[in-house]
């Protein structure tokens, strides 16, 4: 059993970084998709970046050039790098992973963007 856990959350002033990570627990063989959510007040789950095992990204147009998403194989971790954050980034973030055929969840971290 793979267990997600996430931290890096926090209050930080507009413009302002911070780097999520979520570190992995348990046998993983195969990662088919690395992933990070987010979740506004009232809101639904939406996606914000992903990775591939090929090494391809993507990003939601809101956050092309701010976010990056990588990971450390060493370290069985995977990070949210995000620069120049808006009020608008905030909400809570959850990690995605995809792994050798199931679907694994973190348990989320609030970012909040505020002055």
């Known amino acids: 059993q793979v267990q997600l856990v996430e931290s890096g959350g926090g209050l930080v002033q507009p413009g302002g970084s911070l780097r999520l990570s979520c570190a992995a627990s348990?046998?993983?063989?195969?990662?088919?998709?690395m992933a990070w959510y987010r979740q506004a007040p009232g809101e639904q789950r939406d996606v914000v970046a992903t990775?591939?095992?090929?090494?391809?990204?993507n990003y939601v147009d809101s956050v092309k050039g701010r976010f990056t998403i990588s990971r450390d194989n060493a370290k069985n971790t995977m990070y949210l790098q995000m620069n120049s954050l808006k009020p608008e980034d905030t909400a809570v973030y959850y990690c995605?992973?995809?792994?050798?055929?199931?679907?694994?969840w973190g348990q989320g971290t609030q970012v909040t963007v505020s002055s």
């Open positions: 348990g046998s993983i063989s195969s990662i088919n998709v």
């Open positions: 995605f992973l995809r792994a050798d055929r199931l679907n694994y």
């Open positions: 990775s591939t095992t090929g090494g391809s990204t």
